[in-house]
């Protein structure tokens, strides 16, 4: 079973920047791609970003230019930095991984989340 240990998330000010780490742990055979994803009062969980283990990333417009995601592959983390945030950013991010090494794909594991908020 794969576990999933987020940090980072905590309260800032609009402009300001977070930087968002979650690492997998138990039994792992493989971890393909990795990702963040992000839950709003009264919002359906959306994708913020994800990145296989080769590098690919695919990132909602909505943080283009302003989030970057990155891996360490061999601690089996990601880390998603967040610049410039926006009060619209505040949800509660949940880190996921899977085997599949798919861009698009959605893991089947998924941590418990942490909440980023965004206000002045």
């Known amino acids: 079973q794969v576990q999933l240990v987020e940090s980072g998330g905590g309260l800032v000010q609009p402009g300001g920047s977070l930087r968002l780490s979650c690492a997998a742990s138990g039994t792992i055979f493989r971890i393909g791609a990795m990702g963040w994803y992000r839950q709003a009062p009264g919002y359906q969980r959306e994708l913020v970003a994800v990145i296989t283990s080769g590098g690919s990333t695919n990132l909602a417009d909505s943080v283009k230019g302003r989030f970057t995601i990155s891996r360490d592959n061999a601690k089996n983390a990601i880390y998603l930095q967040m610049n410039s945030l926006k009060p619209e950013d505040t949800a509660i991010y949940y880190c996921?991984?899977?085997?599949?090494?798919?861009?698009?794909?959605?893991?089947?594991?998924w941590g418990q989340g942490t909440q980023v908020t965004v206000s002045s």
């Open positions: 996921n991984a899977g085997i599949k090494d798919i861009p698009g794909g959605v893991g089947d594991h």
